[in-house]
């Protein structure tokens, strides 16, 4: 479809100062900001705390992270590309074309947290492990089919959404569980990083099958929508299996699942759709939430519980004080 | 009668969360170019945040806009900040913003289109700080 359009229209430039979709625009700055590299990181901080690890915890450790390294490397090879290819405007690909880049450089960072932390053979058993983990391969079987070539492209977008906002983050649980504990917190340092861009992908992407869903005709919504729910029931059905593999020798299969299911409604969230898992299903440690997001405290005035509220002192506000 | 004025964008996390919540809301424009609809006196405003990395750009530059009108501040009586923790430290960065530069409380702060745990307690709560607003008042 895209090569009949390149070949009957005028190839054209893009132009930046006349945008169809402002979102393209505050998204590509939003995702040129926050521009990283591996190396930022310090991560030989932690080749201690890693020493402090039981073998069983570091060969967990890297297993969830070779996890990590397949989806981020099916993004960027497939996941990114294949949008690429239903991108309404100009812009649209190439800030996908910058999500694809940002997915290789997350699947690179995981090799240097491993050159830094692990030995060769640890690491070489370990992607063996990914390729022959039943579950793992699972999840990765699933999303690629809805990116082979001549698939739905809203359908595409909801898969994609999965992988971004969803997918991760039975893995994204262990190094945010070991820096609630104060072990590797450069490595977390890092993978908030990743977290932080994952979230810019799912939250645009979504956006993108929004905008798709809004003139279609209320049954192939509907369709679309029954598409989205049954494709996460599986995904969920293969990442329970994951996690308990992966989770049950440490105990904490219970809170990891409790994050997905969290993960789960804010994936939902970002497609526009409501959430699937009850609250109460979705109920993640207050530590893991502390290790997300640090420094932020949660704001309660109203309960009159938790932190003390913020009022200010009051300041003449003008467009200069504003960081536009 | 009090109320309460929310933005949101084109994806439309805050919006949704206004619908669920059944409470009764006034939307600020997206394009500068829309009429700015009537106000309630004293309200509460929602507001999402859509920072970088360093916490530059939370505040929604409608909402600038219609905070640097002393007559649309002076009536601001809280904020809500809505977010996402996968921000980090930034996470609802923008209420905070706005609590210190117009001295009004932070109410709450929610991710996305909020969990129904969060609409229950943004409308209990607003029900509440209205009523010590007026005893005081």
């Given at each position: ?7 009957r ?7 930046w100062n ?5 979102k393209d625009?505050e ?8 521009f990283w ?7 030989s ?5 890693w ?15 070779t996890g990590l390294?397949?989806?981020d490397t ?7 590309p294949a ?11 190439a ?5 694809a880049?940002?997915?290789a450089v997350?699947a690179?960072?995981y090799s240097?947290?491993f050159?830094?932390?692990c ?8 992607f063996?492990?990914s390729q022959?983990n ?7 079987r ?11 492209p ?13 997918m ?5 649980y262990?190094p ?14 890092l993978?908030?990083l990743?977290?932080r861009d ?6 645009y ?5 929004q ?12 369709e ?5 729910f049954s ?8 990442e329970s ?13 219970e809170?990891v699942?409790?994050f ?13 759709f ?13 530590a ?19 932190s ?5 002192r ?7 004080d504003?960081?536009? | 009668?009090?109320g ?20 009764k ?5 997206i ?18 945040t859509y ?7 939370a505040?929604?530059?409608?909402v ?10 002076e009536?601001?009586?809280g904020v ?14 923008s209420?905070?913003i706005?609590?210190e ?6 109410l709450y702060?929610f ?7 969060d609409i ?14 007026c005893?005081?008042?």
């Open positions: 479809m895209k090569d009949a359009q390149v070949l229209s005028v190839p054209r430039a893009i132009n006349r945008l169809e979709d402002e625009l998204v590509w700055n939003r995702l040129t900001v926050n590299l591996p190396e930022k990181v310090p991560l901080n932690d080749v201690q705390s020493g402090q690890l039981t073998p069983e915890e570091q060969t967990l450790t890297i297993r969830v992270f390294t397949l989806l099916i993004q960027n090879g497939l996941g990114a949008l690429m290819g239903d991108a309404i405007t100009p812009h649209e690909e800030v996908l074309s910058n999500i880049f940002m997915e997350h690179r960072s240097s947290i050159s830094t932390l030995s060769t053979k640890e690491v070489d058993e370990a063996r492990w022959e039943p579950h793992l391969q699972a999840k990765a699933a999303v690629l089919e809805t990116y082979a070539p001549g698939a739905d809203l359908k595409r977008k909801i898969a994609s959404v999965f992988l971004e906002s969803f991760f983050y039975s893995g994204f262990l945010m569980y070991w820096s609630s504990r104060a072990k590797l917190t450069n490595t977390a340092d993978i908030r990743i977290i994952e979230a810019v992908h799912g939250y992407i979504g956006y993108k099958f905008r798709g869903m809004e003139t279609l005709p209320q049954a192939r919504r509907d679309l929508k029954d598409y989205a494709l996460l029931f599986e995904l969920y059905e293969i299996r994951y996690t308990e593999e992966l989770y049950d020798p440490l105990g904490l299969t809170e699942k409790a997905l299911h969290y993960n789960a409604n804010k994936a939902l969230q970002n497609l526009g409501e959430a699937l898992f009850p609250d109460e299903a979705a109920e993640v440690n207050p893991i939430l502390a290790a997300l997001s640090p420094d932020s405290e949660n704001h309660d005035f109203f309960s009159g519980s938790g003390s509220y913020v009022i200010g009051a300041v003449a506000t003008e467009d200069d504003w960081d536009f | 009668m009090p309460l004025v929310y933005f949101s964008s084109a994806s439309g996390n805050t919006a949704r969360f206004i619908a669920r919540s059944g409470l809301a006034t939307r600020l424009p394009s500068p170019k829309d009429p700015l609809p009537d106000l309630p006196r004293d309200y509460v405003l929602i507001c999402p920072a970088d990395g360093l916490g530059r750009g505040v929604p530059k409608q600038i806009r219609f905070l640097n009108v002393p007559a649309h501040r009536h601001l009586r809500i900040a809505t977010g996402n923790r996968n921000f980090g430290e930034t996470y609802a960065l209420g905070r706005i609590a530069k117009c001295a009004v409380p932070l702060s991710e996305l289109a909020g969990t129904d745990r229950a307690r943004v409308r209990d709560g607003l029900a509440a700080f209205w009523g010590t607003q005893l005081t008042a």
